[in-house]
């Protein structure tokens, strides 16, 4: 009875054991000789083939996961990889477009610099009135860089080929340390006292809220066509005299008021305006 209890208990590790010791006999007897195999080495051979055979799969369906778990951090240590390289060069392409979407004013800026009569202080725009988005902005220099309220604030403009000047943007009418607020000639509230270069007439110009300049000419029976050059005359010492304001692009003659007023388009892009000059 405790034989068979203990068989019966032990009987796996019994049937390993056994197994192990047929393959270790059977090894003893067929190394190094050159009969034939008997009978007996013949069957165990056939029953323990299949059995080595299901091991050595076994081993090679393991040794095949591990190969594919290797195979898959790899794939996702390149992936992560790629996705760096494809940043860098992501950022690499945003500095290069804005490099060249800088190219055209930073030329003209070159430019101006080379010929300017004026002290320039360079600025950067940093804010913008929600409500006067193009009227009225906010620029990252101010008592600190020598700057004062009422200074004229003009950006490099190109008025012919290869021909530079200061295209007049506005005035400085608030300021701080290192900030100071500007008022574009696009506002309706801004006055320019202004001259027609070819014949000299004068006049007042203002803004709108149609971000378009319009000015009233002194002189009802002023000549004035369209493509006139307009500048800055200096009158009231408001702005610099000689800053170039924009060209005459309509005329409209008022018999009845005796008035004439002209529409100018700014030299200015003023939806493009990032970067100015203050004059000091």
Do not use: C, H
């Not at 940093?126 to 600190?144: A, L, M, S, Y």
Request: glycine share 8%; no cysteine.
């Amino acid at each position: 009875m405790i034989t068979m209890y203990f068989f019966k208990k032990y009987k796996e590790r019994i049937f390993v054991v056994v197994v192990a010791a047929i393959l270790i006999v059977t090894i003893g007897l067929t190394s190094n000789r050159s009969e034939p195999m008997s009978k007996f080495e013949s069957l165990l051979g056939g029953v323990l083939t299949p059995l080595n055979k299901f091991t050595n799969n076994i081993r090679q369906g393991i040794s095949g996961v591990f190969s594919s778990l290797k195979d898959t951090i790899n794939a996702k240590e390149e992936n992560e990889l790629l996705k760096e390289e494809i940043k860098r060069l992501e950022s690499e392409n945003r500095d290069l477009r804005n490099i060249i979407g800088k190219s055209d004013y930073l030329l003209k800026e070159e430019k101006l610099l080379e010929s300017t009569k004026y002290d320039l202080v360079n600025a950067e725009v940093i804010g913008r009135e929600p409500e006067n988005w193009f009227d009225v902005f906010t620029i990252d220099k101010g008592k600190n860089d020598g700057l004062e309220i009422g200074n004229t604030v003009i950006e490099a403009v190109e008025i012919d080929s290869n021909v530079y000047q200061e295209g007049l943007v506005g005035r400085i009418v608030d300021i701080g340390d290192n900030w100071a607020k500007v008022v574009s000639i696009t506002n309706e509230k801004n006055s320019v006292a202004f001259k027609i270069l070819r014949t000299q007439d004068g006049g007042i110009i203002s803004g709108s809220s149609d971000n378009i300049v319009e000015g009233l000419l002194f002189d009802y029976e002023a000549e004035v066509i369209i493509g006139d050059l307009v500048y800055t005359s200096g009158l009231g010492e408001v702005y610099q005299k000689d800053i170039f304001i924009g060209e005459v692009t309509d005329i409209i003659d008022n018999q009845e008021e005796l008035t004439k007023k002209i529409i100018i388009k700014p030299a200015v892009n003023f939806k493009k305006l990032y970067n100015v000059y203050v004059i000091i």
